[in-house]
């Protein structure tokens, strides 16, 4: 691997970290991360560096989940770069004023929400026939 | 040497639910059939999903882009895309493409009830149709086996006068397990001496696989696409219209028609190709024609041509269902989202006496959450912005969406000459004048609007809900996508636009089908009525033709 490679594998390996404390979900798609990991670098790169760095210290304690709330109340521009990325990875959108902007066809259908409150995105249920009938799976 | 124009023994203008319908039966008795359709067929199933997925606002119009601005055809796709000068606003939409607006339909397909027919005779208000329930059950019968109907026979059998001849094609979609729950819960309830009784929706989504289409998956999109075709869509009977011979040609404005003074009998129309640039005029002489282009671009056609309204009623009469609803978080699970956004209603205020002074209506029971009120982004905003994340944020999600539920209600409008559709002088992409949109609030609306968000309180009520949510203006409604009423059926030609075999009073060679023939609108989805009266139309043009059964 070239050096660039390994800096880029880097920080979407420190971005994946980061998403899963941040969503609470193990398995993230690598592709939805790198698409997400890109829009976010582009809407603002220091933002997204401060957030990895706090969510690379949580990680660190014993207690991430607490220790990412406090980093989180230190700083309110980690804080608000958290929020992006925690509305992106549950609904593959960016949040605008007027609505929110799916980064992808896939992004929308991979938004971690419906799986979440036990559905589906809209237009891909994956279900068969009659699968709403019975409590979800999950 | 001048060459004559093209020559078509029927024509049918527009390819919605109405038009192939006509066009299919038609051409299955051998009839030779050309469907003129504005719009364009666009881009296949898939793509229109991709189109819905990346869309911000997922409107009815979201997958079509080939409606959209770039497309000299554009669709309109909310109030404000329209020409309005009334002290309403008129709220429906509807897609000019192939196949029409069924691409973004619910797709529920409950039948109008005897009283819906005769509101006059038994209320005193609005007028009487030319025919009655009896007149179209058989038709009804044939529409829920053409267009692949579920329901439950026995349950809807009878139900409010309106006896049915024959089963569905298909049983009832099965309804959701929050569904279940809530019919559980509001069994034994009484409002107002009134049962309130959660009654299956009939629906032209697939229970099982139906005419070469697939069951329905439950992708709980049906507005605005199906991405499997489980929903009937008008492009079944065009497929099926071309298997029998139906010749479809779409970019294809009908601009005119035209009419001999002398016979009253239409012998031609001009359209617009847009296929090349530039678009060119093309003129064809048809013994027949069949209107078929909804109840806002058939009046307007109508209009611009000068043909077919001695009564005045062409464009008089517009109407829709007026809808709200009531959202609320209930104190379990329900589970929202899962299959069709709606499968069970409430149809105990579809008639009744009190059709003297209110509009009646018909609630749906929603499988959707809160609509409007609260979508599940919306709420994913609201708990993101508290500061959580992780598994808090996962257990917060779960536990809200999961509970969202609405009731919303549907109201009948009376036909009214004020509110209506004329020509404007701003004009189109294909200089054709635009339609302009005049309507008003009728207090017999807002009685029912008032009714029913009292029954649905009552309901929440019993239901233990929280966080109960109405429109706080008492006049707000959305449109149903109902569009109806501006070419009515009639007896006699001083007031109304069509016999009741869908005959022009004043042409004996044009008909109409669709909803612009309705005189009233009852509360019942409008989609199995325009497809029974299409079917009989059909059979009595094909009559008429000569065509061999």
Not at chain 2, 437 to 456: C, G, M, P, Q, W
């Amino acid at each position: 691997m070239s050096q660039a490679d390994t800096a880029s594998a880097e920080k979407l390996g420190a971005f994946l970290a980061a998403s899963r404390l941040l969503t609470g979900e193990d398995r993230l798609d690598r592709d939805l991360a790198g698409a997400y990991l890109a829009s976010l670098s582009e809407a603002s790169s220091e933002t997204l560096a401060k957030l990895l760095a706090a969510a690379a210290r949580a990680s660190a304690a014993s207690d991430p989940a607490e220790a990412m709330k406090t980093e989180l109340a230190a700083d309110p521009e980690a804080a608000a770069g958290a929020k992006s990325m925690i509305y992106l990875w549950f609904s593959g959108a960016l949040r605008f004023p007027d609505g929110p902007r799916f980064v992808s066809e896939q992004a929308y259908f991979g938004g971690l929400i419906w799986r979440c409150v036990g559905a589906h995105p809209p237009a891909l249920s994956g279900g068969y026939l009659g699968h709403w009938r019975y409590l979800p799976d999950d | 040497m001048t060459d004559a124009p093209e020559h078509a023994p029927v024509v049918v203008v527009g390819s919605g639910v109405a038009g192939a319908l006509v066009a299919w039966a038609l051409a299955a008795r051998g009839v030779k059939v050309l469907i003129l359709e504005a719009g364009q067929a666009g881009a296949e199933r898939t793509a229109l999903v991709g189109a819905y997925a990346a869309a911000t606002i997922k409107s009815p119009r979201s997958p079509y882009a080939d409606v959209q601005p770039g497309s000299p055809v554009v669709s309109p796709d909310n109030e404000n895309d329209y020409l309005q000068d009334g002290t309403a606003k008129y709220k429906s939409t509807y897609l000019r493409r192939v196949g029409g607006t069924t691409w973004h339909m619910l797709g529920n397909m409950p039948r109008h009830v005897p009283a819906d027919f005769r509101l006059k005779s038994r209320y005193g208000v609005g007028v009487d149709w030319p025919i009655g329930y009896d007149d179209l059950e058989p038709w009804y019968c044939d529409a829920e086996d053409a267009l692949g109907v579920s329901g439950d026979h026995a349950q809807l059998d009878g139900m409010l006068g309106a006896r049915r001849g024959r089963p569905f094609p298909m049983s009832r979609i099965w309804p959701s397990w929050g569904d279940l729950k809530v019919s559980r819960a509001l069994q034994g309830l009484e409002i107002d001496g009134v049962a309130i009784e959660a009654m299956c929706t009939p629906q032209a989504r697939n229970s099982r696989p139906y005419d070469g289409r697939p069951a329905c998956a439950g992708n709980s999109s049906c507005v605005p696409i199906c991405p499997i075709g489980a929903k009937y869509d008008a492009t079944v009977h065009l497929k099926k219209a071309a298997a029998a011979g139906a010749e479809l040609r779409s970019r294809a404005v009908v601009s005119r028609l035209r009419a001999d003074p002398a016979s009253g009998r239409i012998t031609g129309l001009d359209y617009i190709d847009w296929s090349q640039a530039p678009f060119a005029t093309r003129t064809l002489t048809a013994d027949l024609v069949v209107l078929a282009a909804n109840a806002i671009e058939s009046p307007r056609l109508l209009l611009m041509s000068g043909v077919a309204n001695a009564s005045g009623q062409v464009g008089c009469n517009l109407m829709d269902h007026l809808q709200g609803q009531g959202a609320a978080i209930l104190p379990e699970p329900v589970y929202p989202f899962r299959g069709p956004p709606t499968t069970v209603g409430i149809d105990a205020f579809r008639d009744g006496p009190r059709r003297e002074s209110r509009a009646a209506f018909r609630m749906s029971i929603g499988n959707d959450g809160m609509g409007r009120t609260e979508t599940p982004l919306d709420t994913l905003g609201k708990l993101v912005d508290q500061g959580r994340f992780g598994r808090d944020l996962r257990a917060a999600l779960r536990d809200r969406v999961s509970r969202q539920f609405r009731i919303s209600y549907s109201t009948e409008v009376l036909p009214s000459q004020a509110n209506r559709l004329r020509l404007a002088t701003e004009t189109d992409a294909f200089g054709l004048p635009r339609p302009k949109l005049t309507v008003s609030l009728d207090d017999y609306n807002r009685r029912a609007f008032a009714e029913a968000r009292k029954i649905i309180a009552a309901i929440f009520d019993r239901l233990g809900a929280s966080e109960t949510a109405f429109a706080t203006d008492p006049d707000a409604y959305t449109g149903a996508g109902h569009i109806m009423g501006t070419c009515r059926m009639g007896v006699s030609p001083a007031d109304s636009v069509v016999d009741a075999d869908c005959r022009a009073h004043d042409h004996p060679n044009l008909h109409l089908v669709g909803a612009s023939v309705f005189p009233t609108c009852g509360t019942a989805n409008p989609t199995l009525t325009i497809a029974a009266l299409a079917l009989r139309a059909a059979r009595a043009i094909g009559d008429g033709l000569g065509a061999p059964r």
